[in-house]
Protein backbone atom coordinates (compact mmCIF):
# COMPACT_ATOMS: atom_id res chain seq x y z
CA UNK A 1 0.00 0.00 0.00
CA UNK A 2 1.09 3.12 -0.73
CA UNK A 3 -0.49 6.43 0.58
CA UNK A 4 -0.48 9.64 -1.51
CA UNK A 5 -1.38 13.67 -0.14
CA UNK A 6 -1.58 16.38 -2.41
CA UNK A 7 -0.67 20.34 -1.35
CA UNK A 8 0.07 23.27 -3.35
CA UNK A 9 -3.27 24.25 -4.98
CA UNK A 10 -4.92 26.94 -5.60
CA UNK A 11 -5.84 30.31 -7.09
CA UNK A 12 -3.57 32.18 -9.52
CA UNK A 13 -3.43 34.42 -12.65
CA UNK A 14 -2.95 33.42 -15.88
CA UNK A 15 1.08 33.58 -16.22
CA UNK A 16 1.79 32.94 -13.28
CA UNK A 17 3.16 29.96 -11.32
CA UNK A 18 2.18 27.31 -8.71
CA UNK A 19 3.94 24.20 -7.30
CA UNK A 20 2.40 21.06 -6.22
CA UNK A 21 3.87 18.71 -3.78
CA UNK A 22 2.93 15.19 -3.23
CA UNK A 23 3.79 13.26 -0.14
CA UNK A 24 4.36 9.35 -0.32
CA UNK A 25 3.94 6.96 2.70
CA UNK A 26 4.39 3.32 2.93
CA UNK A 27 5.64 0.83 0.29
CA UNK A 28 7.21 3.36 -1.13
CA UNK A 29 10.64 1.66 -1.60
CA UNK A 30 8.77 -1.04 -4.28
CA UNK A 31 7.36 2.33 -6.06
CA UNK A 32 8.33 2.70 -9.94
CA UNK A 33 6.98 5.78 -10.78
CA UNK A 34 5.15 8.64 -9.63
CA UNK A 35 2.47 10.37 -12.18
CA UNK A 36 0.48 13.40 -12.36
CA UNK A 37 -3.01 13.48 -13.63
CA UNK A 38 -5.49 15.76 -13.91
CA UNK A 39 -9.64 16.34 -14.24
CA UNK A 40 -11.40 19.17 -15.70
CA UNK A 41 -14.98 19.87 -15.24
CA UNK A 42 -17.08 17.52 -17.39
CA UNK A 43 -13.98 16.13 -18.73
CA UNK A 44 -11.58 13.00 -18.14
CA UNK A 45 -8.71 12.75 -16.33
CA UNK A 46 -5.70 12.99 -18.26
CA UNK A 47 -2.30 12.22 -17.89
CA UNK A 48 0.45 15.28 -17.27
CA UNK A 49 3.82 13.31 -15.69
CA UNK A 50 4.99 10.91 -14.82
CA UNK A 51 8.98 10.33 -13.35
CA UNK A 52 10.86 7.16 -11.86
CA UNK A 53 10.96 7.01 -8.83
CA UNK A 54 14.89 5.65 -9.14
CA UNK A 55 15.48 8.82 -11.24
CA UNK A 56 16.24 8.54 -14.74
CA UNK A 57 13.75 10.05 -16.81
CA UNK A 58 10.42 12.33 -17.14
CA UNK A 59 7.99 12.29 -19.13
CA UNK A 60 5.02 15.12 -20.12
CA UNK A 61 2.16 15.47 -21.99
CA UNK A 62 2.62 17.56 -24.76
CA UNK A 63 0.01 20.14 -23.33
CA UNK A 64 2.61 21.23 -20.96
CA UNK A 65 5.93 20.58 -22.36
CA UNK A 66 8.39 23.56 -21.65
CA UNK A 67 6.01 24.62 -18.45
CA UNK A 68 5.97 22.06 -16.03
CA UNK A 69 8.61 20.21 -14.63
CA UNK A 70 7.72 17.40 -12.28
CA UNK A 71 10.65 16.60 -9.66
CA UNK A 72 10.98 13.75 -6.63
CA UNK A 73 13.12 13.76 -3.56
CA UNK A 74 12.84 10.31 -2.40
CA UNK A 75 14.89 10.87 1.09
CA UNK A 76 11.33 12.99 1.64
CA UNK A 77 9.45 10.53 -0.08
CA UNK A 78 7.86 13.87 -1.67
CA UNK A 79 7.46 14.26 -5.45
CA UNK A 80 6.57 17.81 -6.69
CA UNK A 81 5.31 19.69 -10.23
CA UNK A 82 6.36 23.38 -11.07
CA UNK A 83 3.98 24.58 -13.10
CA UNK A 84 5.03 28.15 -14.76
CA UNK A 85 3.16 30.22 -17.78
CA UNK A 86 -0.12 28.70 -16.62
CA UNK A 87 -2.91 28.76 -18.67
CA UNK A 88 -6.79 28.75 -18.07
CA UNK A 89 -7.04 25.36 -19.46
CA UNK A 90 -5.18 24.22 -16.87
CA UNK A 91 -7.75 24.85 -14.24
CA UNK A 92 -8.57 21.30 -13.08
CA UNK A 93 -8.08 18.91 -9.80
CA UNK A 94 -4.78 17.63 -9.83
CA UNK A 95 -4.15 14.33 -8.62
CA UNK A 96 -0.78 12.33 -8.03
CA UNK A 97 -0.43 8.28 -8.29
CA UNK A 98 1.79 6.15 -7.62
CA UNK A 99 2.94 2.66 -9.40
CA UNK A 100 4.43 -0.12 -8.03
CA UNK A 101 6.96 -2.44 -9.74
CA UNK A 102 5.90 -5.09 -11.77
CA UNK A 103 2.11 -3.35 -11.91
CA UNK A 104 0.53 -2.46 -15.12
CA UNK A 105 -0.79 0.36 -14.21
CA UNK A 106 -1.27 3.09 -11.08
CA UNK A 107 -2.77 2.08 -8.06
CA UNK A 108 -3.00 4.54 -5.90
CA UNK A 109 -4.45 7.75 -6.06
CA UNK A 110 -3.97 11.02 -3.78
CA UNK A 111 -7.19 12.65 -2.99
CA UNK A 112 -6.10 15.62 -5.73
CA UNK A 113 -6.08 19.48 -5.07
CA UNK A 114 -7.61 22.02 -6.75
CA UNK A 115 -5.93 24.12 -9.64
CA UNK A 116 -7.74 27.36 -10.45
CA UNK A 117 -6.18 29.28 -13.44
CA UNK A 118 -8.03 32.87 -13.74
CA UNK A 119 -8.02 34.40 -17.14
Known amino acids: QVQLVESGGGLVQAGGSLRLSCAASGRTASTYRMGWFRQAPGKEREFVTAVAWSGGWTFYADSVKGRFTTSRDNARNMVYLQMNSLKPEDTAVYYC????????????WGQGTQVTVSS
Open 97 to 108: AAQLLGRGAYEY
